[in-house]
């Protein structure tokens, strides 16, 4: 049958494409421009040492961010129970000790894989809301761990092998000389990106992701889909509380404080926004990258006595949060692409 | 007899996307007392227009009069304070929040800054009277009244506001048969009060029972005016799509095979009652009914989306118990939503990703997923459905109404089921997209599927069931045979009349 050429406009669609490439280049464009701010400020930025720390400083907040874009892709927004499962998987570690080092790390993941089933019953097959649910479960296992050891921290023995074993785990290097953290981010990354890029579950996550009630009438098992992104994130963010509380040399309820806002932070950055179904890992970890070098940057300005401290700091890295989602939303609004 | 005077006029407005002209020097004039109807097909650009007169634009050309004197409509408020008022295709109350406050939303009276709860109520009675509503209650909450009350609900607020132009958006469209004929009763009533009525829709019978004079738009650009009295749907049909399109409905000749799937005292307490039917292999069903009747409901319990309380459903001869609607579509049933935008697409994902969306777990091995295993399908589909612009990287939202359609139309014939179910699967789609649509459905049953098809179009019901089971508040009322099966019977039973219920 012929018919004439349809007639609507070919722009939302090159305005798509165009967003994709932009909120995907954008991150890796301001990575470039804080180099090259870096290099402006202090001759230090660009040594070897210097970007060496800041991408360790930034590993653990890798890891938790690409555990927590499952979430944020299947429009789930965030996962804010990540400080406390953080601080509960380190101090089960810790307290696991004297059961071996083996049993220590199975024992703080076990934990957090636990509560992140427990989150994805509730929020993928109960429906609650996740923000609110998350929030309260932080609170309970914060309040959970202060009461375990009456609010004392506890320290991993090191008069025993596990003990000096784990107090190592952060500081460890592999292959020479890549440090441990470095690898488990980069194996993390990768297979988050083949998960979401590659198999059935990334598939039907972003349909989830792009609209709930289409994946369901399409057959999608949406609330396991769910409960899945959660289990991941939480999965996630019990391995960097291992690490964490090694690194720390102290289980203590605190330990994680700041990784959700953080990580959401990061994933918004790279692109993946929060109304779910968009973006890629590539574009997270531009954006914990970003953030690492906005974080070093700023603790490199000294103009005589000024320097930026952690407040300043924090409220910077708020702003820019609130800046992106803005953004985001204006663009896609702009573009027609705003359907939710 | 009275003077005319032209409450609304454009004269050679324009209105252009990048890339395109959705509006091209277009000139119509809307007198007071007429309702003026705009049809065409999707795309063709009624929805533009509407937009420009609702002030959506701040960069239409050409000029917009309203009683003679030119104004610029450039943002929501100025058409507003125009007295232009828009009633959307989509119901724009809030549910939880009374009906009264809904009508006022925007202009709550108050004394001393505090709600003036007696004007209000006294306001929200006077709008709702104009509608013939003057017995609801105006404080109960918007989401507790019916879908054809709520049509008229945002007429009142519309009218509450004492425009002179009121411009309709397919407002029949949620509507049962009855409801749509007390709504233009309605809309008598208020072109003899003098109002100017655009009034915008899909469905050419009601536009020749309401209207009064139609203006036919098509790519952008307005065809003709006529007065109603001077044309027929066929000739408006013609208009619309530049051709002739001879016979909507092609003859069909297969005989239904074998029984395929068959419903056994099927009920959902509130929703259906002891419900038995069948379909064969190579038959198209018709579920005909007024809106409400049940038939949605019964086609997704059949499909195990939503859970039974009595009944069983049987495939091939052997029981089914789906547990889910997953189940159901790996059993070969496939549930076509009438909900084409809330459940039916992923707007925002591309053409491609969304008729291959329920391939997903066909497609994956060991968990890996290979959409490229779906691109000998979705080529031909894309083909066979004429999908425009065939470009299955576009994004699915971008598509005009009718391709939308096909696209998912084209997700459930993907997954080659044994038994689709159609829920309204031409409903505000254009001439052109109805028909492929129509030869695709004929082509399935042709290949020895089955088709249970629901639809309020009754000619679409006629024209393409072998048999129509009819439905009537929640019960199965009666069945018509391929030959006795005539818009008049068909209506009839749904009524709950003639030959063909069974006592």
Redesign the interface.
């Known amino acids: 049958m012929s018919r004439p050429p349809d007639i609507r406009s070919a722009a939302p669609a090159v305005a798509g494409r165009l967003y994709n490439v932009l909120s995907l280049l954008g991150v890796y464009v301001l990575i470039g421009a804080l180099f090259a701010a870096g290099r402006l400020i202090s001759d230090e930025f660009l040594t070897t040492s210097n970007l060496l720390i800041t991408l360790r400083s930034v590993t653990l907040l890798g890891i938790v961010a690409v555990g927590v874009s499952f979430i944020t892709y299947s429009r789930h927004y965030v996962d804010l129970s990540i400080p406390g499962i953080m601080a509960l998987s380190g101090t089960v570690a810790v307290w696991a000790l004297k059961y071996g080092f083996a049993t220590s790390l199975a024992a703080g993941l076990g934990t957090g894989l636990a509560v992140g089933l427990i989150n994805g019953l509730a929020v993928g097959y109960y429906r609650l809301n996740p923000i609110v649910w998350t929030l309260a479960m932080g609170s309970v296992l914060s309040g959970l761990i202060r009461w375990a050891y009456a609010g004392r921290q506890i320290y991993p023995d090191k008069a025993t092998p596990a003990g000096r074993a784990f107090l190592q785990l952060y500081h460890a290097e592999v292959l020479g000389a890549v440090p441990l953290v470095v690898l488990l981010l980069a194996i993390a990354a990768i297979a988050a990106h083949l998960v979401m890029q590659k198999t059935g579950f990334g598939a039907q996550l972003k349909l989830t992701g792009s609209s709930y009630e289409v994946a369901r009438m399409t057959g999608v098992n949406v609330r396991r889909t769910v409960a899945i992104a959660f289990v991941i994130s939480a999965g996630t963010s019990a391995l960097a509380g291992i690490l964490l509380t090694s690194f720390n040399k102290v289980g203590a309820f605190y330990i994680g404080k700041g990784y959700d806002f953080a990580a959401i932070t990061a994933v918004v950055l790279g692109g993946m926004t929060l109304a779910g179904g968009r973006g890629t890992i590539v574009g997270v970890v531009g954006g914990v990258t970003a953030i690492a070098l906005m974080d070093n940057v700023m603790s490199l300005v000294r103009i005589g006595d000024f320097v930026i401290g952690e407040y300043p700091k924090q409220a910077i890295q708020g702003a820019l949060f609130i800046a992106i989602v803005g953004v985001h939303s204006y663009w896609l609004r702009k573009s027609g692409m705003d359907d939710a | 007899m009275r003077e005319i005077e032209t409450a609304l006029e454009l004269r050679g407005v324009s209105k252009r996307?990048?890339?395109?002209?959705?509006a091209d020097d277009v000139s119509l004039s809307v007198r007071s007392g007429e309702v003026h109807a705009l049809i065409g097909e999707n795309?063709a650009g009624k929805s533009t227009l509407m937009k420009i007169i609702a002030g959506s634009f701040d960069d239409y050309t050409g000029e917009v009069l309203l009683n003679d004197r030119p104004v610029t409509l450039h943002s929501p408020a100025m058409a507003k304070a125009a007295g232009i008022a828009m009633i959307q295709q989509e119901l724009s109350l809030a549910g939880p929040i009374s009906v009264a406050e809904n009508i006022l939303a925007g202009r709550l009276p108050s004394r001393r800054g505090l709600l003036d709860r007696k004007a209000m109520l006294a306001e929200a009675s006077r709008c709702l009277s104009l509608v013939g509503l003057g017995h609801l209650d105006p404080l109960a909450p918007a989401e507790e009244i019916s879908p054809h009350e709520a049509q008229l609900v945002e007429i009142a607020k519309a009218l509450g506001r004492d425009p002179c132009i009121l411009v309709m958006d397919e407002p029949t469209s949620s509507l049962s048969r009855e409801e749509v004929d007390r709504l233009f009763e309605i809309i008598r009533g208020l072109r003899r009060r003098g109002l100017a009525i655009v009034y915008i829709s899909h469905h050419l019978p009601e536009v020749l029972a309401v209207a009064d004079r139609v203006t036919v738009l098509r790519?952008?650009r307005k065809v003709a005016t006529k007065d109603i009295r001077d044309v027929t749907a066929a000739q408006l049909v013609e208009m619309m799509v530049?051709r002739s399109v001879s016979d909507l409905y092609a003859e069909r000749t297969t005989t239904p095979g074998a029984r395929k799937l068959s419903v056994e005292h099927l009920t959902r307490r509130g929703f259906f009652h002891d419900v038995s039917l069948h379909v064969c292999a190579g038959e198209v069903l018709g579920l005909g009914g007024l809106s409400g009747a049940g038939r949605s409901e019964l086609a997704r319990c059949i499909c195990g989306?939503d859970p039974v309380d009595a009944g069983r459903i049987v495939l091939d001869g052997r029981p089914l118990s789906l547990r889910?609607?997953?189940a159901?579509?790996?059993a070969g049933l496939a549930?076509l939503?009438e909900d084409r935008k809330?459940?039916?697409?992923?707007?925002?994902?591309r053409m491609g990703?969304n008729i291959l969306?329920?391939l997903?777990?066909r497609?994956?091995r060991w968990?890996?997923?290979s959409?490229g295993r779906g691109r000998g399908v979705l080529k031909r589909l894309v083909g066979a459905l004429?999908i425009?612009?065939p470009?299955p990287?576009?994004?699915v939202?971008?598509?005009?109404g009718g391709?939308q359609q096909k696209v998912l139309l084209a997700?459930w014939l993907a997954t080659d089921p044994q038994v689709l179910i159609l829920d309204e699967p031409t409903r505000g789609v254009d001439v052109?997209a109805k028909?492929?649509i129509h030869r695709a459905i004929a082509e399935l049953a042709d290949a020895g599927k089955s088709v249970i098809l629901i639809s309020s179009d009754l000619p679409e019901l006629v024209g393409l069931s072998d048999r129509i089971a009819i439905m009537r508040q929640g019960h199965l009322v009666g069945e018509i045979g391929r030959a006795d099966a005539t818009e008049a019977s068909v209506l009839l039973a749904a009524n709950g009349e003639g030959d063909f219920v069974r006592s």
Do not use: E
């Open positions: 996307y990048p890339g395109t002209l959705a795309g790519d952008g530049g989306i889910s609607y997953r159901a579509v790996r549930y939503t809330a459940q039916g697409l992923a707007l925002r994902l990703g969306s329920a997903i777990p497609h994956s968990g890996v997923y959409p004429d425009t612009p470009q990287g576009r994004l939202g971008t598509l005009s391709n997700k052109g028909v492929v």
